[in-house]
């Protein structure tokens, strides 16, 4: 299934589906992305859903609310933990690597 496939390509009210014009950095895996899109977005139409792993036991955790209040969707965005990807919007080349419990800063030097 490709990037594209998907994506929601006509809606009634957000008009139709723009071509990926950017790319963000998910670990070492270049995304396609749209510039603005939630980082949250453009990761789940690559088939990425699992954004971080709870602190207790492990478990995956991905969109939840879409909204920014559940936290589900907290991953380490350009070296800083607990970033809500589903409020965040995509900018050229930022780094996402999935959250593994409370998180940690990275040195992005
Ligand atoms: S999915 Fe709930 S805060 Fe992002």
């Given at each position: 299934?490709?990037?594209?496939?998907?994506?929601?390509?006509?809606?009634?009210?957000?008009?139709?589906?723009?071509?990926?014009?950017?790319?963000?950095?998910?670990?070492?895996?270049?995304?396609?992305?749209?510039?603005?899109e939630p980082v949250?977005?453009?990761?789940?139409a690559s088939g990425i859903r699992?954004?971080?792993?709870?602190?207790k036991t492990g478990q995956p955790r991905g969109i939840f609310c879409g909204i920014g209040r559940c936290n589900d969707c907290k991953m380490v965005?350009?070296?800083?933990?607990?970033?809500?990807t589903c409020v965040t919007p995509v900018r050229e080349g930022m780094r996402v690597e999935t959250q593994q419990g409370l998180g940690a800063w990275r040195d992005e030097a």
């Amino acid at each position: 299934m490709s990037d594209m496939d998907r994506r929601v390509h006509a809606h009634p009210i957000l008009d139709d589906l723009r071509e990926p014009d950017t790319y963000i950095w998910y670990h070492d895996t270049k995304i396609p992305a749209v510039t603005g899109e939630p980082v949250a977005a453009a990761l789940m139409a690559s088939g990425i859903r699992v954004m971080r792993h709870t602190v207790k036991t492990g478990q995956p955790r991905g969109i939840f609310c879409g909204i920014g209040r559940c936290n589900d969707c907290k991953m380490v965005v350009d070296g800083v933990p607990n970033v809500r990807t589903c409020v965040t919007p995509v900018r050229e080349g930022m780094r996402v690597e999935t959250q593994q419990g409370l998180g940690a800063w990275r040195d992005e030097a």
